[in-house]
């Protein structure tokens, strides 16, 4: 289990047992020992993600761990990069990368950085203007996102491999944004930077002491952390907030929503046939229109599959992905359709995304209560999805069922965690006990005792139920009638 999403489970369940409303499926995910992760660990035997060791600051438990985090989340602000990475390794990569880039213009002391606050790191980044070096500042070359921009006010530094030119941004003094070029020698060293305006050529200002404050305020409101720090692209916790700037990135790690981190598990992946790691989950293009016959084409791991059910089209397989034994088992009576390679059939209830220039992906309607969600598509627009969910996330993220059965999937994030504790509750007592057992939370190792029933008798009259169909509220009220009254059980026949 990845050690990220076994803590994440483990946080949420942690929760719903301590306030009460269910207790015995989830005590075995608390008292789960996070040692025995073993993608927890690097080849060196060091803690990658969670700190396992308690006795030197960690969790040794699912449920140790969630009452750190819970005593740290308290007040956030407060917390130190320090005391986050003692129990969270992982954020030590940030503050590494961080000190890196820093220490390139700025003496730092030994751990200096782990003793700031992640709600005053701006405040800590300004107050290093009066320990600048500006001769070392002289050295800037283009690869140095924060000396290039403290010495000429550009941001966003693209190379050109054609031209072999840098292109950047620059911000003039009436905020308005120009494309620029950066003037460098044969060593890398920048010179300077210019743009045009009008047809004549302008060169945005050196840094000088009257403008290093000016420069200084603007590496913690232009820069972004992804311009600060080389981000690899299948980092999800450092590539969640690549866009943050210094002042933003506290408010911004409080909203980074559980879909950006967890989306390879989330959703459904294509399942390698050679016996290779599975790849990311796929992003789809939405459409409308109806899907064609899937035996036109053949077997195809990376399509999304349907079923028609009434001349409606819903996801084969819950999430749209089969093997090619299920293909084959629905190829006689054209059972599956799909509109091939790279798409999916709009539905409401899935999270949309947009693209940007650079081709990131983002989610619609940011800062706002409908983030990630769309009623319809924008015949100019192209929209994103990743689809649906698997059975676990399922559980997690969607709704609980209206009274049509409709559900919807929810981005959740920190901020409305307590939502998200709220719905796994709902989901967890009126989600049936099969659906329970696909997702992982209970295990029937003999799957046939799902199909056995269940008889007995109250007041209303004679009851036989099929286990599997049966709600897991629905079981445990029918096992406690049982148990305080024994000769309610009927035989079963």
């Known amino acids: 289990m990845n050690p990220v999403l076994a803590f994440f489970l483990g946080f949420l369940f942690a929760l719903i047992l301590i306030g009460g409303t269910v207790g015995i499926a989830v005590a075995v995910a608390l008292n789960y020992k996070l040692d025995k992760i073993s993608a927890n660990k690097d080849s060196e035997g060091n803690y990658i993600y969670i700190n396992a060791d308690s006795e030197n600051g960690g969790a ?17 602000k407060n917390v130190t990069l320090g005391e986050a990475e003692e129990l969270l390794p992982v954020i030590g990569k940030l503050t590494d990368k961080l000190s890196d880039s820093l220490s390139q213009f700025v003496l730092l002391e030994d751990n200096e950085l782990e003793a700031v606050k992640l709600g005053e790191l701006d405040s800590y980044v300004k107050s290093l203007a009066d320990r600048i070096d500006v001769a070392r500042l002289i050295g800037a070359r283009a690869d140095n996102a924060i000396l290039v921009y403290l010495c000429y006010g550009v941001s966003n530094l693209k190379y050109d491999e054609a031209t072999q030119t840098y292109s950047a941004k620059f911000k003039d003094e009436n905020g308005i944004i120009r494309d620029c070029t950066l003037i460098t020698e044969p060593d890398g060293k920048v010179t300077g930077a210019k743009y045009v305006v009008d047809g004549a050529e302008m060169f945005t200002p050196s840094l000088t002491l009257n403008n290093v404050n000016a420069r200084v305020d603007g590496v913690c409101n232009d820069l972004t952390i992804g311009e600060i720090v080389d981000i690899p692209s299948d980092d999800k916790i450092l590539g969640s907030i690549k866009n943050s700037t210094i ?19 989330i959703y459904a992946r294509v399942t390698p046939t050679d016996g290779t790691e599975s790849p990311e989950s796929k992003i789809y293009l939405a459409v409308d229109g109806t899907p064609s016959p899937a035996n036109t084409t053949g077997y195809d791991e990376n399509f999304i ?44 209830k899935f999270v949309y995304y947009e693209k940007d220039e650079d081709g990131s ?44 059965g409709m559900q919807d999937e929810v981005v959740y994030n920190f901020k409305n965690i307590n939502l998200m504790i709220s719905n796994v509750t709902k989901n967890t007592k009126n989600t049936s006990m099969r659906e329970l057992d696909e997702a992982g939370i209970l295990t029937f190792n003999n799957k046939a005792d799902l199909d056995s029933h269940v008889k007995w008798k109250d007041a209303n009259g004679a009851h036989d139920e099929i286990l599997g169909e049966m709600t897991l509220s629905e079981v445990i009220g029918v096992m406690v009638f049982i148990v305080n009254n024994p000769s309610s059980l009927l035989p079963v026949s």
């Not at 002042?247 to 598990?265: G, H, R």
């Open 361 to 404: 992906y983002f989610m619609v309607n940011p800062d706002t209560e409908n983030l990630g969600k769309l009623s319809t598509l924008t015949a100019d627009k192209q929209y994103y999805t990743y689809g649906g969910a698997s059975a676990l996330w399922k559980l997690l993220l969607y709704t609980a069922p209206d009274e049509s």
């Open 247 to 265: 002042n933003t990135i506290s408010e911004d790690i409080n909203s980074v929503c559980v879909q950006q981190l967890f989306s390879n598990d």
């Open 60 to 76: 040794s438990t699912v449920l140790d761990l969630v009452k750190k985090i819970t005593s740290l989340s308290k007040n956030y």
């Open 305 to 348: 599959y349907y079923v028609n059910e009434g001349g409606n089209f819903v996801l084969a397989d819950i999430n749209g992905k089969l093997t090619e034994e299920e293909y084959n088992e629905g190829l006689a009576d054209g059972k599956y359709y799909s509109f091939g390679e790279g798409k999916i059939l709009f539905d409401a």
